[in-house]
Every structure is written in structure tokens, then in C-alpha cells.
């Protein structure tokens, strides 16, 4: 079985940086489409940055563009999230999402296509 275990959230000022990591154990993060996943208070959980089993193009959400790059490890089996120039909106609970194979890109925002999560990161932008 699949987990995934998410860590690197924290409280940051704007305009700051942190990074995100998503490990994950009982099969090979390569096999795997990954996507990240925020959940701000009140708010659905929306897909921020992708990226497909075996492929290294990175897909993100336009609100992310320029300031969020989501990359792979495979000897650390690990995915990151590398966010820059953080806003306060960016304040939320993040998630790491798991799904074998490779997913459309149609279908890679839906929160039902994927079947492992991680525990959520709380990410907290304020002065």
C-alpha cells in the first residue's frame, strides 16, 4: 500500500520561500502521477502543480505560475514543492496526492482521480 507522507510547511513572511516534501513509501514515486493539492479555510481543495509518471514537464495551476515548481526525487522517492514569492493567499492546508499511472490532463485537477493522499501541511503567509 501506498503512503505518502507530506512535511516542510511553516509560517512564512510574504514574499518568502519555502519547500515542501512529499515521501513516499511502498512503491516508486516514478510509477506515480503526483499532484499538490491546497485547502484554505472555508475554500475547496484546488490542484496547484503536477507531475506525471515518467515525465518531466510540470504542470500548474495559473495562480502558482512563475512561483511554484513541483519536482522528483526517484532516489529519494520524493516530490517537492519549491514555492516562491508567497502571498498571503497562498495560506493553506497542502496536500500530496498519488495516483499509478498517468493521468490526462483533464484529469489531473479533480480531487477523485487520485486514490493515496498525505497528511496536510499547514502553510501560513502573514506579517
Known amino acids: 500500500e501506498v503512503q505518502l507522507q507530506a512535511s516542510g510547511g511553516g509560517l512564512v513572511q510574504p514574499g518568502g520561500s519555502l519547500r515542501l516534501s512529499c515521501a513516499v513509501s511502498?512503491?516508486?514515486?516514478?510509477?506515480?502521477?503526483i499532484g499538490w493539492f491546497r485547502q484554505a479555510p472555508g475554500k475547496e481543495r484546488e490542484g496547484v502543480s503536477f507531475l506525471r509518471n515518467s515525465e518531466s514537464r510540470t504542470i500548474n495551476a495559473d495562480s502558482v505560475k512563475g512561483r511554484f515548481t513541483i519536482s522528483r526525487d526517484n532516489a529519494q522517492n520524493t516530490v517537492y514543492l519549491q514555492m516562491n514569492s508567497l502571498q498571503p493567499e497562498d495560506t493553506a492546508v497542502y496536500f500530496c496526492?498519488?495516483?499509478?499511472?498517468?493521468?490526462?490532463?483533464?484529469?489531473?485537477?479533480?480531487?477523485?482521480?487520485?486514490?493515496?493522499w498525505g497528511q496536510g501541511a499547514q502553510v501560513t503567509v502573514s506579517s
Open positions: 511502498g512503491g516508486r514515486v516514478n510509477d506515480y502521477t
Open positions: 496526492a498519488a495516483r499509478q499511472g498517468r493521468l490526462i490532463i483533464s484529469n489531473l485537477y479533480p480531487i477523485t482521480s487520485y486514490n493515496h
